[in-house]
């Protein structure tokens, strides 16, 4: 029997819970029997990481893909591996790092499952590189109302463009085959410089970014005038043996957090007073300029992993994590929406700027080459919701987009011009799932099926 019980599901964020029944299959036929047994609406989830509900679908059904863990062996000559949807980054790294192969393309997390990262085509500090996750996936199995089906970009190439970023509402992806990259050790060499303003680190990430296969800002949403923006940036490429100090060990293994939020913290603990106040110190601590620092693969890439449920931080209402990208025909639009949340006293907890590269051919694929701001707002905040209402506005007005994988109060109207594919992926998910079985909060919300 598959194991099932009752569950209230939330994104990251904390936001919006609701109630489901909750199964757990562990293959393929699960997965197919329950699809077939089911009169109610379906998606899988998996660890939980998207901030919004894409990953819930109340008074439904959600399928935990945590128990599609099977995996193969790293093949020594392509750096390919076969990967169950429910196998987690972290649970990778443990494996591939020491065996000399790092994920090409990682969130700010490795606790993201391998169907979470398909369904949300995640990407990382090296989009202007090497793309997003789907870049690397050579192949993938997805079970749907209507059959399992292999597809990849030369076999069924329309549903694997359309699993892409499709938030889970093609079907079930219960497998893949992941491209590693090699690595020689499990450092990076770091170049950290920091900016009074923002025209300067923009300038810098646009003339400079092509030297670095990673590249990432942290920037101040809290100042005014001639200091807006002000920020550091952080870019690097991973060590080689004969770069780092022979004492040090060449791969090691990502360790386990090393602190843990063990109460959610009382509501307000996260205003625009103390987020000012943490800028500035973040600010202040960071070097004028640093070359060539080693960091670890964990210290680099995800450095919030080392604190187990940070987002309790956030209070009991929860937060919004908030992304957009924009041409750079568009880059002023950066500056304008910092100035927005600034003038409006709208706190923003961590603000990161990358540079996109140019997209893929995911149909509902967030990145496509430009300017992307990601920012952690304290549910609450004072005018948050009209000055993100006013921001949408002024995105889909550039020709840009939101990223639906953190979204939790975008306004269904502006999706088609976001997303101009959405009829093109509504039509591939009727080929396959015609009854429209597949749904989520986030679908419902933004009327994604149509």
């Known amino acids: 029997m598959i194991p099932s019980s ?4 939330a994104g990251w964020g904390n ?3 609701s109630r489901a029944t909750l199964k757990r299959p562990r293959s393929a036929s699960e997965v197919a029997e329950i699809i077939s047994g089911s009169s109610n609406h379906l998606i899988a989830r998996g660890l939980g990481r998207s901030y919004g509900d894409p990953a819930q679908s109340a008074g439904g059904t959600v399928i935990d ?3 599609l863990v099977q995996r193969s062996t790293i093949d020594p000559e392509t750096g390919v591996i076969s990967l169950g949807a429910g196998v987690s980054l972290d649970e990778l790294l443990r494996e591939s790092i020491p065996a000399g192969y790092f994920v090409p393309v990682t969130p700010g997390t490795r606790q993201v499952t391998v169907g979470g990262a398909i369904a949300a085509d995640i990407h990382g500090k090296n989009h202007h590189v090497d793309g997003s996750f789907m870049n690397h996936i050579e192949s993938m199995s997805v079970v749907t109302p209507t059959g399992t089906f292999t597809t990849s970009p030369t076999q069924d190439a329309e549903l694997f463009w359309a699993t892409a970023g499709g938030m889970g509402l093609t079907g079930v992806v219960i497998e893949a085959k992941l491209r590693l990259m090699p690595i020689e050790t499990s450092y990076v060499l770091v170049d950290t410089e920091r900016f009074d303003n923002l025209d300067a680190l923009m300038e810098e990430m646009v003339t400079g970014d092509h030297r670095y296969r990673y590249s990432v800002a942290w920037v101040d949403c809290m100042t005014k005038g001639a200091r807006l923006g002000r920020g550091v940036l952080t870019r690097g490429d991973h060590a080689t043996a004969d770069q780092i100090d022979l004492t040090k060990p060449r791969l090691e293994a990502p360790g386990a957090p090393k602190l843990s939020i063990p109460f959610t913290a009382p509501k307000g603990l996260l205003n625009k007073f103390s987020i000012a106040a943490f800028n500035e110190a973040w600010f202040r601590k960071a070097p ?4 060539a620092e080693v960091q670890s693969l964990s210290t680099f890439f995800h450095p919030l992993d080392g604190v187990s449920m940070w987002n ?5 209402r929860g937060f919004l994590q908030y992304q957009f990208v924009v041409p750079d025909s568009a880059s002023e639009l950066v500056p304008q929406a910092m100035e927005l949340l600034s003038s409006r006293s709208v706190p923003s907890f961590l603000a990161v700027l990358k540079r996109f590269g140019a997209g893929n ?3 509902m694929s967030f990145p496509t080459a430009g300017w992307t701001l990601a920012l952690d707002i304290p549910v ?3 005018h948050a919701s009209s000055v993100l209402d006013e921001l949408d506005g002024m995105v889909a007005n550039a020709g840009g987009r939101i990223y639906l994988a953190k979204d939790s109060r975008l306004s269904p109207h502006l999706i088609p011009d976001m997303y101009p594919e959405l009829t ?4 591939i998910c009727d080929r396959v799932d015609p009854n429209h079985r597949f749904a989520s909060d986030l679908s419902r919300r933004l009327n994604l099926r149509g």
């Open 6 to 9: 009752d569950a209230t599901l």
């Open 15 to 17: 936001t919006a819970p």
């Open 65 to 67: 893909n945590r128990g």
């Open 288 to 291: 004028k300029r640093k070359d």
């Open 312 to 316: 309790r931080l956030h209070g009991p």
């Open 361 to 363: 051919a995911g149909l």
């Open 380 to 382: 609450g905040a004072s």
């Open 424 to 427: 093109q992926f509504q039509a």
